[in-house]
């Protein structure tokens, strides 16, 4: 069983940064994929990135066009995203997810069903 907490949620105006953390801990898998999601009020919950913990490889939604990055500290196991430039429409709950692989993958997929969440989620508010 995995535990998920996240933190860091903040509001914010239009154009600011907020850095996400997320500690997991639990039966964790050397290799696993990492990722953020996000739901904003009366919308479907949607991936944000992932991180796949063999090769470092980062995937991101198209809406994030080079404004977030996920990074891990694997020794602490923590997840991290960082966004810049942020714009109201990125309003949401966070939530960090932890997928665990039995295979080699080229990349994590942001495909929600194949997630384990855990945590309450980290609400993000950005003002215009």
């Known amino acids: 069983q995995v535990e998920l907490v996240e933190s860091g949620g903040d509001s914010v105006q239009a154009g600011g940064s907020v850095r996400l953390s997320c500690a997991f801990s639990?039966?964790?898998?050397?290799?696993?994929?990492l990722a953020w999601f996000r739901q904003a009020p009366g919308k479907k919950r949607e991936g944000v990135a992932s991180?796949?913990?063999?090769?470092?490889?980062?995937y991101y939604g198209d809406f994030v066009k080079g404004r977030f990055n996920i990074s891990q500290d694997n020794a602490k196991n923590m997840v991290f995203l960082q966004m810049d430039d942020l714009k109201p429409e990125d309003s949401a709950m966070y939530y960090c997810?932890?997928?665990?692989?039995?295979?080699?993958?080229?990349?994590?997929?942001?495909?929600?069903?194949?997630?384990?969440?855990g945590g309450q989620g980290t609400q993000v508010t950005v003002s215009s």
């Open positions: 997810a932890v997928r665990p692989t039995y295979i080699d993958l080229t990349f994590c997929a942001l495909a929600e069903y194949a997630y384990t969440f």
């Open positions: 991180f796949y913990s063999l090769t470092g490889t980062t």
């Open positions: 639990g039966s964790i898998y050397s290799k696993k994929c």
